[in-house]
């Protein structure tokens, strides 16, 4: 059984600066890929970056610059470090760990509130 705890959301102003973190059970090298997703109210769930083994890292365009993804496989981590923060990232964010192909394994999420 596959867990993925996300922990690190939390209340920040506009500009601030959140690192979440994805703790997964059993070995995270196993995964090829490892993404975070995020779903604000009323909206779908969308990507926001992903590190494929192997390949640069991917971002969706409303975060480049400012959110990097990361993995410590040693500590069976990985990392979104969001920096410049604004309101319209406020979201429920979702990590999601692939191994071969969908659907994969996800989190059950947690909550950044960015404040004007």
């Known amino acids: 059984q596959v867990q993925l705890v996300e922990s690190g959301g939390g209340l920040v102003q506009a500009g601030g600066s959140l690192r979440l973190s994805c703790a997964v059970s059993?070995?995270?090298?196993?995964?090829?890929?490892m993404g975070w997703y995020r779903q604000a109210p009323g909206k779908q769930r969308e990507l926001v970056a992903t590190l494929t083994r192997g390949v640069a890292a991917t971002y969706a365009d409303s975060v480049k610059g400012r959110f990097t993804i990361s993995r410590d496989n040693a500590k069976n981590t990985v990392y979104l470090q969001m920096n410049s923060l604004k309101p319209e990232d406020t979201a429920v964010y979702y990590c999601h760990a692939l191994r071969l192909g969908p659907p994969g394994y996800w989190g059950q999420g947690t909550q950044v509130t960015v404040s004007s």
């Open positions: 059993g070995s995270i090298a196993r995964f090829n890929v």
